[in-house]
């Protein structure tokens, strides 16, 4: 069975939305306008191209990181690994030809079977409306998450609030950096 990865810039409150200037939210670009840059604080992300071996999206996610991420040096990993979108609308021909395999699953049960197939490491990048799901099917595994020391507010959340059971998770990396961004590795424990 494949791991699934969570990845995510969140603020302290909670919040996913708009981390790096999307249009539409109020406080889109949070993760650079008051935060000082600390380059260490991002090794994870390079960490997660080496050690990943498919990226998950959900549709909106892709439509902002497909025509961007396929030219851009800081992401030259992901643009031979198989992608997978998951959405009830997205069509072949709206998937970009410059980023390699893209295949479009079209519910959890497709994850959940993408899951159980031979092969390293899946990451999800963004999607938030997707990430609640994985987390309320109970298919997320691991959760690699860098806080920013923000409290947003109002925005799109990582976290689902649906009424469930406690969900225990083990720390099993965590750092804290100059600019207050805290790196937190969660595994999910079953």
Sequence with gaps: MRTLISTAFVSLDGVVEGPGGEPGY?????????IDFVPEAYE???????ESAAILLGRTSY???????????????????????VSTTLKEDDL?????????????????????TE??????HGSATLNRGLSDAG???????????????????LFPDTDKDVQKLKL????????????NVFDVVR
């Design 172 to 183: 099993v990396e965590s750092e804290t950096y100059a600019n207050g961004i805290q790196k």
């Design 139 to 157: 298919l997320i595994d691991r959760y690699h998450l860098l806080v920013f020391p923000l409290l947003l507010g109002a925005g799109k959340r």
């Design 119 to 124: 092969g390293g490491p899946i990451i999800v």
């Design 96 to 116: 970009v030809s410059n980023w390699g395999e893209t295949t479009i699953l079209r519910s959890l049960d497709e994850v959940a079977k993408l899951k159980d």
């Design 63 to 85: 439509e902002a990181f497909s025509p961007v991420w396929p030219d851009m040096e800081d992401f030259a990993g992901y643009k031979v690994m198989p992608k997978y979108v």
């Design 44 to 50: 994870i992300k390079g960490r997660e191209q080496e």
């Design 26 to 34: 109020r406080n889109s670009g949070w993760t650079f306008k008051d």
